[in-house]
């Protein structure tokens, strides 16, 4: 088979690394694509959003399946354009219909699928430049922390957190009225906020059955001890220790279990990865938010635990098969550590020359903000670089990475030097 995957992140390079080990796979192509990928595959320098041209790739190069990465083109209906083109039809899309691809495009109509379907999730109400007012008195009626959430997406920002009435107030105003985000905040969901600690769960579904992979857990503050400014993601462990069988059982039951049945009596098209953002509280999960992806850096260490050929499992899900599948774990714990720009997530510079790698042993370089350049493998983004490894515990496999970690340069590089330090 020849397969492209649309993206250019750490995520993407783990997709990759792991369908270039099948044997089904004939030739690789990743667009963007990065320094990682262009070693293990042939990178196509068109955008993700750019429908015409990968159509244009799609023809020239007889890709069989499409794997899309991130949330955007998912979003923008890359599955419906290939479903609606007599010339590209046949080819398999793994990610759900753009209808379905709202459960991440917008918070509002997420909250609305998880009341349907008496998914616990935090009790909120919605509001527009229009109920502002009424926005206030419901802010009024909350205890703190308030959370408010841009309905559409803002590149992960979107979301705050605030413990002042008064400044929760007036970020409601700047959302709804100023447009501080954009389109994505003509609509705000404000929410009860939930006290607990966090994991994400991945399923695989083929939109009538489905198959969860392991948990992980990320790090998504900048500054050691979860301070600081929210970022794409500074590191992941998995398995998540606190994840009893028992509590995965109920994650399954509450959650899995009545989301993809809700797809499947919504007519929502979905096939594709479901990552559920889920908070432990007390002994329950709760839903925070679903994505129509996997998760980044979390692909990292989940990806890395999976025994099975990936091109199988992607297959299955395409054809409706899923339920032929065994998943095969990993007993070993994997965990990522993602080193940034400095700066990052505000203003940071590119261009940085990342030196060492060559000297890195047992541990994998995901390179994601990388890029070649003359030979050179040079910093693009601000999340330039996730270093997995094997354990027999978590503390080893980081252990492991840290030591890689001091082997690596590139001015100005920063990671965070306590990830799993609340496990
Ligand atoms: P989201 O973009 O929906 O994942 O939200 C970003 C982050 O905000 C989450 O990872 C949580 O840490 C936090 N968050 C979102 N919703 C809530 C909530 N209802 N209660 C507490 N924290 C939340
Ligand atoms: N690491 C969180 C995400 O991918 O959204």
């Given at each position: 088979m020849n397969i492209l995957i649309l993206g250019s992140g750490g995520r993407e390079h783990t997709f990759a690394w792991k369908i270039a080990q099948s044997p089904k796979c004939k030739n690789l192509f990743v667009a963007p694509g990065n320094s990682g990928t262009a070693k293990i595959a042939t990178n196509i320098n068109i955008g993700v959003n750019d429908f015409e041209s990968i159509k244009a790739i799609v023809l020239d190069k007889a890709i069989d399946m499409?794997?899309?990465?991130?949330?955007?083109?998912?979003?923008?209906?890359?599955?419906?354009?290939?479903?609606?083109?007599?010339?590209?039809k046949h080819v398999k899309v793994i990610g759900p219909q753009k209808e379905a691809a709202e459960l991440e495009g917008s918070k509002e109509f997420a909250k609305q699928f998880l009341y349907r379907h008496n998914i616990p999730t935090a009790a909120y109400e919605?509001?527009?430049?229009?109920?502002?007012?009424?926005?206030?008195?419901?802010?009024?009626?909350l205890t703190p922390p308030y959370v408010l959430k841009a309905d559409g997406l803002a590149a992960g920002?979107?979301?705050?957190?605030?413990?002042?009435?008064?400044?929760?107030?007036?970020?409601?105003?700047?959302?709804?009225?100023?447009?501080?985000?954009?389109?994505a905040s003509t609509k705000v969901v404000i929410e009860e906020?939930?006290?607990?600690?966090?994991?994400?769960?991945?399923?695989?579904?083929?939109?009538?059955?489905?198959?969860?992979?392991?948990?992980?857990?990320?790090?998504?503050?900048?500054?050691?001890?979860?301070?600081?400014?929210?970022?794409?993601?500074?590191?992941?462990?998995?398995?998540?220790?606190?994840?009893?069988?028992?509590f995965l059982n109920k994650i399954e039951e509450r959650i899995v279990k009545p989301t993809v049945e809700g797809f499947r009596k919504d007519n929502l098209p979905y096939v594709g990865f479901v990552f559920i953002g889920l908070i432990k509280?007390?002994?329950?999960?709760?839903?925070?938010?679903?994505?129509?992806?996997?998760?980044?850096?979390?692909?990292?260490?989940v990806f890395p635990r999976l025994?099975?050929?990936?091109?199988?499992?992607?297959?299955?899900?395409?054809?409706?098969?899923l339920?032929?599948?065994?998943?095969?774990?990993?007993?070993?714990?994997?965990?990522?550590?993602?080193?940034?720009?400095?700066?990052?997530?505000?203003?940071?510079?590119?261009?940085?020359?990342?030196?060492?790698?060559?000297?890195?042993?047992?541990?994998?370089?995901?390179?994601?903000?990388?890029?070649?350049?003359?030979?050179?493998?040079?910093?693009?983004?601000g999340r330039v670089m996730a270093i997995t490894s094997y354990g027999d515990t978590y503390q080893e496999a980081i252990k492991k990475s840290y030591q890689n970690i001091e082997k690596l340069h590139f001015d100005k590089m920063y990671y965070r030097k306590d990830i799993g330090f609340d496990l």
């Open positions: 499409v794997v899309v990465g991130p949330e955007d083109p998912l979003v923008n209906g890359v599955h419906d354009y290939f479903l609606n083109d007599e010339a590209i919605s509001f527009t430049k229009d109920t502002v007012e009424q926005g206030y008195a419901f802010l009024e009626s920002k979107g979301v705050v957190i605030l413990n002042d009435l008064e400044e929760a107030k007036a970020e409601l105003k700047q959302m709804l009225v100023d447009a501080k985000f954009g389109e906020f939930l006290d607990g600690i966090e994991l994400s769960c991945f399923v695989l579904t083929d939109g009538k059955n489905y198959k969860i992979l392991p948990t992980a857990k990320d790090y998504k503050r900048i500054g050691e001890g979860d301070t600081g400014l929210n970022t794409g993601g500074m590191g992941a462990v998995s398995p998540v220790p606190f994840a009893t069988p028992e509280v007390g002994d329950d999960p709760k839903v925070i938010e679903y994505n129509v992806r996997m998760g980044d850096p979390e692909t990292e260490v025994k099975n050929d990936l091109v199988d499992i992607l297959l299955a899900m395409a054809n409706g098969t339920n032929t599948i065994d998943i095969e774990i990993d007993e070993r714990a994997a965990t990522t550590i993602m080193l940034v720009s400095g700066g990052y997530p505000e203003a940071y510079e590119k261009g940085k020359e990342i030196t060492g790698l060559e000297a890195v042993e047992d541990s994998i370089p995901f390179h994601a903000g990388a890029q070649l350049e003359d030979g050179k493998i040079v910093t693009s983004g």
